[in-house]
C-alpha cells in the first residue's frame, strides 16, 4: 500500500448540510414530473400557512425514520421540524473521506455501510418514486440492479442466480426443485446436510402466520437448521453465506423468523413473483448523492425546517402526555406531536421514568440489542473483478461482504473523486468485530486501524482465487474506517452507532409506533414493521406508521401513508391454514422432518 489514510478527520458537524443548491431543480423537476404534494415555493408556503392548529410536529433523528414521517406528515399540511444530533441520513448516509479531493474533484465518496435494496423492499421505493431528481425523472430512476450476488469460499467463486423460473406451477415440490438448482454449485457441502436445509426452507415458505411468530420468531436460524453436528462446510457455505450475503446477519443471533422471511423474498424476487425488483438493488451514486440531499432538498421546499447540531436530551410528561421536548440540556421545544425517531441505544437513556410510568410497555425496549456492523472501504487504483454485485467471504472470521462501487455508478470515479489516480471503492460491511482475525490474532475491536485494513485484505486473498494477484498492496490507493468506531485497540474502543440485532423472541420487545402516551410516536428500525429486520426498508415502514398515527391523533381525517407488505403466494393459503392448525395442535409443521436425509 502506498499512501495509506484514516478516518481520523473529525465529523463536519454540518455534514449532509453542505449539500449543493438542489432545490430550484427539485421543485422544476418536481413540476415537470406531476409528482404528488406541493411543487412550487409558493405552494409550499400556502400549505404552511393552510396548517391547521394542533399540526405541530417535533422529530427527534434525521435517519431514514425521520425523513420519512417528515415527508408523509408535510405533504398533508403539518408544521415538521426535524433536530438531527449529528449527521443527516443517520446509519444509511454517505460521507465524505474529507481533504482527498484535488483538481476540482469531490472527496473520496465513503459510507457508513454499503446500501443493499433488494427487489423485496416496496416501502422505500414509493418513497424515492414521489421525489423529483434533479434533471428529470424521480429518486427511484437511481436504482441500478446488481447483476449477480456471488461468495467467495477459500479460493472458489460460487454466483446466486439472479433470475430463476419455476417448472409447472408454485408449489412447494416446484420450489425445492428450483432451490436445488439455485445452490448447486454448492458442491463442496454433503448432499444429504444440502437437502435438509432446503427441506427447512420449505418448512418455513409453508409455516403459517403463527407458527411464524410464536415459534421461528423465538429461535435462532443456527438452531433452526440445526448448526450442531453438521459439517463446518455447512456451517461456512451454506448457514454462514447465505445470512451474510442477505442480512450481513449472524446465523446464531438472528432469529429463523427475520431470516426466513428474508430468504422467501430473495426466492419470490428471483422468481419475478410478487411484482418484487430484482433481487440486488443499489443505487448510482453515493447514497447522499442518489438520495438523502435529493430527498431533503424536495422536503425543505415543501416547508420541512430541519435543524442540525440540536440532540434531543429530555421528553417532559405533565398530565399523561409529553408538554415538551428539551434539546442540548437547555433549549425547550414545544409542539402538538413529538416523534422519537432516533435508534434504539439512544431512545432508551431518553425514557425516563416518568414516560415509563404512563407506558410501561416501553420497558420491554431495555431487552433489545445491538451489535457492531459498520464500513471499511478500500481505494483502489485499478478496478478489481469480485464480482457483479454484492459478494460474500465465506469462511472468513470477520463476515466481511463487498460491493465494488464505481462500476454502477453514472460518474466516472476518477474524473469525480479523489485526485484523479482512484478508479474504484471497494465498500466492506464488517459484521464480526470480535472474533480474531487470520493475520494478528486479535479481534477487530483489539487491532488498530492500519491492522483492521491488513486484516481485511488477508481474508479478502484467502477467499478470492490466486487472492495474492488479484488484491495487490500496490493497488490499494489509500482506505477509510467508519468515523463512529472510535478508540481502537485501547480498551475505550466504541461504536457510536451500532444497529439492532432481530435477535430470538425481538419481536415481543418491539414497540407499535404509537405508545400509550397519546402525543408520543416511535419511528426507527427497532419498530415493529412487516420486513422485520433492522433496514431502511423497516425504518422506512416505521415513519409511515407514525405518520399515520400522528394524522388519526390529530383527527386530520385525509388520506393515510400506504404500508406495503412483503408478498405472500396465494397458491400457499392452504398450507399457511394447516399449518397454524398443526401449531394449534402442539404437531410440526408437515415438511419438517428430523434430518431424513442423514447417512
Ligand atoms: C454498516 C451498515 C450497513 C447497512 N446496510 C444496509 C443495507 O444495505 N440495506 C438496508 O436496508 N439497511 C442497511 N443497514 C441498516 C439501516 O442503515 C438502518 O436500519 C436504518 O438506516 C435505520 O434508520 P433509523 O432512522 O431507524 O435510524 P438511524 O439511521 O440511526 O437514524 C437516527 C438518527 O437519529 C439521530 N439521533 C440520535 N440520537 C439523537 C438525539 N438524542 N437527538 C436528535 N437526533 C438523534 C442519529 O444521529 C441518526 O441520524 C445497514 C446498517 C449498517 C450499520
Known sequence: ?????????????????????????????????????????????????KRAPGRRVAVFGGGMGGLTVAHELI????????????????????????GT?????????????????????????????????????TLKDNFVDGKEVSAFYNGTKMVLPAHGSIVGTLSPGSLLTFLSTAVKVIGNVPAWEVAYFLEKM??????????????WENMSFADYVKVKGKSKRYNELLVDMFTSTLVAAKPDKANAHTMGLMAEAWVYSTLGLGGYGAPDRLLNAPTNEALIDPWMDHLRALG??????????????????????????????????????????RAVPLLNADILNADPNLKALGNLTTDWMNGVMLYLKEPVDLGRGHVAYAGQPWALTSISQAQFWKKRFNR?????????????????????????GRT???????????????????????????????????????????????????????????????????????????????????????????????ANEAGRKAANAIIDA?????????????????????????DDARFAAGKPNAFDVIDPYRP
Open 444 to 538: 477487530a475491536k483489539e487491532c488498530t486501524p492500519e491492522q483492521i485494513i491488513e486484516e481485511v485484505l488477508a481474508q479478502l486473498r484467502r477467499a478470492v482465487p490466486r487472492g495474492d494477484r488479484v488484491l495487490k498492496d500496490s493497488n490499494v490507493h489509500s482506505w477509510f474506517i467508519d468515523p463512529a468506531i472510535t478508540g481502537l485497540a485501547t480498551p475505550q474502543v466504541a461504536n457510536d452507532e451500532p444497529l439492532l440485532i432481530n435477535s430470538p423472541s425481538s419481536w415481543n420487545f418491539r414497540p407499535e409506533s404509537t405508545t400509550a402516551i397519546p402525543n408520543l410516536f416511535l419511528a426507527s428500525d427497532y419498530v415493529r414493521a412487516n420486513i422485520n429486520l433492522a433496514t431502511m426498508e423497516g
Open 202 to 215: 420449505i418448512v418455513f415458505v409453508t409455516s403459517g402466520p403463527q407458527r411464524r411468530l410464536k415459534q
Open 304 to 345: 420541512v425546517d430541519f435543524q442540525i447540531g440540536r440532540t434531543l436530551t429530555e421528553l417532559k410528561v405533565a398530565g399523561g402526555r409529553i408538554s415538551g421536548a428539551v434539546l442540548d440540556g437547555t433549549q425547550p421545544v414545544e409542539a402538538d406531536h413529538y416523534v422519537l425517531a432516533v435508534p434504539l441505544e
Open 75 to 98: 405533504e398533508r399540511g403539518f408544521e415538521v421540524t426535524v433536530y438531527e444530533r449529528k449527521a443527516w441520513g443517520g446509519k444509511c448516509r454517505s460521507m465524505p473521506f474529507t
Open 416 to 440: 469525480t473523486y479523489g485526485d484523479g489516480t482512484v478508479n474504484e471503492c471497494l465498500s466492506i460491511d464488517l459484521s464480526a468485530w470480535d472474533r480474531k482475525g487470520v493475520l494478528h
Open 554 to 578: 390529530s383527527g386530520a381525517g385525509g388520506s393515510k401513508a400506504r404500508l406495503l407488505d412483503l408478498w405472500q403466494p396465494p397458491a400457499f393459503n392452504g398450507f399457511f391454514a394447516d
Open 1 to 49: 500500500m502506498e499512501e495509506q489514510s484514516t478516518s481520523a478527520a473529525p465529523q463536519n458537524q454540518d455534514e449532509g448540510v453542505g449539500r449543493r443548491g438542489f432545490v430550484t431543480g427539485a421543485l422544476a423537476a418536481a413540476g415537470a414530473a406531476g409528482l404528488g404534494g406541493p411543487a412550487s415555493a409558493s405552494r409550499a408556503s400556502r400549505a404552511r400557512r
Open 101 to 137: 479531493a484535488t483538481g476540482g474533484r469531490q472527496d473520496l465518496p465513503a459510507e457508513h455501510g454499503f446500501r443493499f435494496f433488494p427487489g423485496f423492499y416496496q416501502n422505500l421505493p414509493d418513497t424515492m418514486e414521489r421525489v423529483p431528481r434533479p434533471g428529470g425523472g
